[in-house]
């Protein structure tokens, strides 16, 4: 038995198109081999609600604790009544075959405990700040497309509530797994199609650096804060491998907004030396409080 967990926040549209995408008969497997819940920090509103009751009968719709993403999927992972929890985001297109290909590698292989599928774009960029979360390699466990033993998630506290915006959570989700030696799989075979794009907000580029500073404050992170230098770098290569070579391709369509995001690293590493100066935090286990940080 599969739950598949989808939180969403105020975008219905690409909610159905997801849910459409696993509606009885849509899966290779049948209805009764898995579960799907919506969990909604959405507005105050019955929109996505009254969409669900609407046209998706067999979804369970819940009220998000409206604390960010990862509190988010921890609140549909509660109420699980499958085996293994599938993640996918609210924009994600799954493939048809998806949940059998997990439901497979899950139960021909008793010691698997994780897993992550492939996440492809839905097409080629046509502007340099139309961005998707590619996964094709593994080794990434994006949350818009991962696996986990519901009873594993549980006894991990699932993911750190005190990352209330998206990013970071996941990855500090997989270095607790790895530290912990579950064994995990890359599974390209389940795969899903995450929409391009456009990235103009200057507000998720300052809550992206603010994550990382988090991140390297937790006693079980593998990530320690890197130099200036190690910014430099970084901001030089994103200028030579993916700005300037694509300048005639994109003929400079959303430059500025990619632009000024090639500054993320020197934001990160001012975010992670600040915080390297502050107390460790212990390693999320599902108990602790959400203290101010």
């Given at each position: 038995m599969i739950t598949v967990v989808i939180p969403t926040c105020g975008r219905p549209e690409p909610l159905a198109a997801c849910l459409v995408r696993l509606a009885p008969g849509a899966q290779t497997v049948g209805i009764d081999h898995y579960q799907v819940i919506v969990t909604d920090d959405g507005p105050p509103g019955r929109q996505v609600e009254e969409m669900i009751v609407e046209k998706f009968p067999w979804v369970w719709w819940t009220a998000g604790p409206r604390r960010g993403p990862a509190a988010n999927r921890n609140q549909g992972a509660i109420l699980a009544n499958g085996d293994v929890l599938v993640f996918f985001d609210d924009d994600c297109l799954p493939d048809v075959g998806v949940l059998a290909v997990y439901a497979r590698v899950f139960s021909e292989d008793p010691e698997l405990q994780a897993a992550e599928g492939r996440i492809v774009a839905d097409r080629q960029p046509?502007?340099?700040?139309?961005?998707?979360?590619?996964?094709?390699?593994g080794g990434l466990f994006w949350s818009c497309n991962i696996a986990v033993r519901t009873d594993l998630?549980?006894?991990?506290?699932?993911?750190?509530?005190?990352?209330?915006?998206?990013?970071?959570?996941?990855v500090e989700l997989r270095c607790r797994l790895r530290r912990a030696k579950i064994k995990?799989?890359?599974?390209?075979?389940?795969?899903v199609t995450h929409p391009l794009r456009i990235m103009n907000n200057w507000r998720a580029t300052r809550q992206q650096a603010w994550a990382h500073g988090l991140y390297v404050r937790i006693e079980s992170s593998d990530l320690g804060p890197f130099s200036w230098k190690d910014a430099s770098l970084r901001f030089v290569r994103?200028?030579?491998?993916?700005?300037?070579?694509?300048?005639?391709?994109?003929?400079?369509?959303?430059f500025w907004p990619r632009a000024r995001d090639s500054v993320m690293p020197f934001l990160c590493a001012w975010e992670m030396k600040r915080a390297a100066r502050l107390p460790r935090l212990p390693t999320w286990t599902g108990t602790e409080s959400r203290e101010k940080i």
């Amino acid at each position: 038995m599969i739950t598949v967990v989808i939180p969403t926040c105020g975008r219905p549209e690409p909610l159905a198109a997801c849910l459409v995408r696993l509606a009885p008969g849509a899966q290779t497997v049948g209805i009764d081999h898995y579960q799907v819940i919506v969990t909604d920090d959405g507005p105050p509103g019955r929109q996505v609600e009254e969409m669900i009751v609407e046209k998706f009968p067999w979804v369970w719709w819940t009220a998000g604790p409206r604390r960010g993403p990862a509190a988010n999927r921890n609140q549909g992972a509660i109420l699980a009544n499958g085996d293994v929890l599938v993640f996918f985001d609210d924009d994600c297109l799954p493939d048809v075959g998806v949940l059998a290909v997990y439901a497979r590698v899950f139960s021909e292989d008793p010691e698997l405990q994780a897993a992550e599928g492939r996440i492809v774009a839905d097409r080629q960029p046509v502007r340099f700040d139309e961005v998707a979360p590619i996964n094709e390699t593994g080794g990434l466990f994006w949350s818009c497309n991962i696996a986990v033993r519901t009873d594993l998630f549980r006894r991990l506290g699932g993911f750190d509530e005190r990352f209330p915006y998206p990013a970071m959570e996941d990855v500090e989700l997989r270095c607790r797994l790895r530290r912990a030696k579950i064994k995990s799989a890359f599974v390209p075979a389940a795969s899903v199609t995450h929409p391009l794009r456009i990235m103009n907000n200057w507000r998720a580029t300052r809550q992206q650096a603010w994550a990382h500073g988090l991140y390297v404050r937790i006693e079980s992170s593998d990530l320690g804060p890197f130099s200036w230098k190690d910014a430099s770098l970084r901001f030089v290569r994103f200028w030579l491998k993916g700005i300037i070579p694509n300048l005639w391709l994109y003929r400079g369509r959303g430059f500025w907004p990619r632009a000024r995001d090639s500054v993320m690293p020197f934001l990160c590493a001012w975010e992670m030396k600040r915080a390297a100066r502050l107390p460790r935090l212990p390693t999320w286990t599902g108990t602790e409080s959400r203290e101010k940080i």
